[in-house]
């Protein structure tokens, strides 16, 4: 059974950082992709960066340059760091996995077959 668990979200003021965790476990985590989604308040999920196997990243244009995705796959732990963030970054931050190997980076919702349950991201103006 895989399980991703998000941690790391909180209340910060527009401008600071965070870092976000997403720890899996079930399978190699290694083997894997992994991505990070977002969804605000009456918005659709939408795809915020990933990771492939081998370390290369995908980002939305939305964070591009303030956000990065890394991974340590002897922690079995994907991170989200997020700098000068914005009002609009508000919202709950999902992690996700596809059940398969990929070598494409899937940008929506469907590509991706396990969850995290997220972790709420505030940011205040």
């Known amino acids: 059974q895989v399980q991703l668990v998000e941690s790391g979200g909180g209340l910060v003021q527009a401008g600071g950082s965070l870092r976000l965790s997403c720890a899996a476990s079930?399978?190699?985590?290694?083997?894997?992709?992994m991505a990070w989604f977002r969804q605000a308040p009456g918005k659709e999920r939408e795809f915020v960066a990933a990771?492939?196997?081998?370390?290369?990243?995908s980002y939305a244009d939305s964070v591009k340059g303030r956000f990065t995705i890394s991974r340590n796959n002897a922690k079995n732990t994907v991170y989200l760091l997020m700098n000068s963030l914005k009002p609009e970054d508000t919202a709950v931050y999902y992690c996700?996995?596809?059940?398969?190997?990929?070598?494409?980076?899937?940008?929506?919702?469907?590509?991706?077959?396990?969850w995290g349950q997220g972790t709420q991201v505030t940011v205040s103006a």
């Open positions: 079930g399978r190699t985590f290694s083997r894997y992709a």
């Open positions: 996700a996995s596809p059940r398969g190997f990929t070598v494409v980076f899937g940008t929506r919702p469907s590509d991706y077959d396990y």
């Open positions: 990771i492939m196997a081998g370390s290369s990243t």
